[in-house]
């Protein structure tokens, strides 16, 4: 192969790390503000496991960064899209899935971009961090079902609910 074909797959690569971590910063800004106001309205268990996650994406930002400097690019500091804000508890949990969702399927085309660009590091990398998005997302969809399921009975409950270290778990 060519050094000028190399390249040019390489930056093939660049460009699908710096487009997944755009989406990382996304995620991040968004699950802070979630946390900060359920914080606000007393929930606090769920403020607690949302910053976990923002965490966890902002652990996966820095993931493609580095990848992105062992490939001699440069990190990305735009945000996939704009942060929803003032999201009533019932909407933020189906909302956050949806987003899990949308990286999982995004996060498998990259992978594959990836192998398709002789790059089998950074397609472990994308295989590694869908396992955690997918944990994300069956969180989001456990909670959901509870505030469909029981509505205004399990709210009350998680009304007034300690703030932890949020833990994995
Ligand atoms: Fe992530
Ligand atoms: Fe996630």
Known sequence: ??????EQKKQKVIEVLNKARSMELQAIHQ?????????DKDYGEFATKIRTIAIDEMRHAETFAERVKELDGEPTTE?????????????????????????IETYNEFAQ?????NDTI??????????????HQN?????????KNLGNTYLARMVGTAEGEGGEE
């Open 1 to 6: 192969m060519s050094k000028q074909n190399r």
């Open 113 to 117: 971009i990836c192998r398709e660009n």
């Open 31 to 39: 699950y802070m503000n979630q946390h900060y106001s359920l914080d």
């Open 79 to 103: 945000l996939a899209g704009g942060v929803e804000k003032n999201q009533d508890v019932e909407k933020i949990f189906p909302f956050d899935s949806e987003q899990e969702e949308e990286a």
């Open 139 to 147: 969180y989001f969809d456990d909670i959901d079902d509870h505030i």
């Open 122 to 135: 950074s397609a472990k990398l994308f295989e590694t961090i869908i396992e955690e998005e997918q944990q």
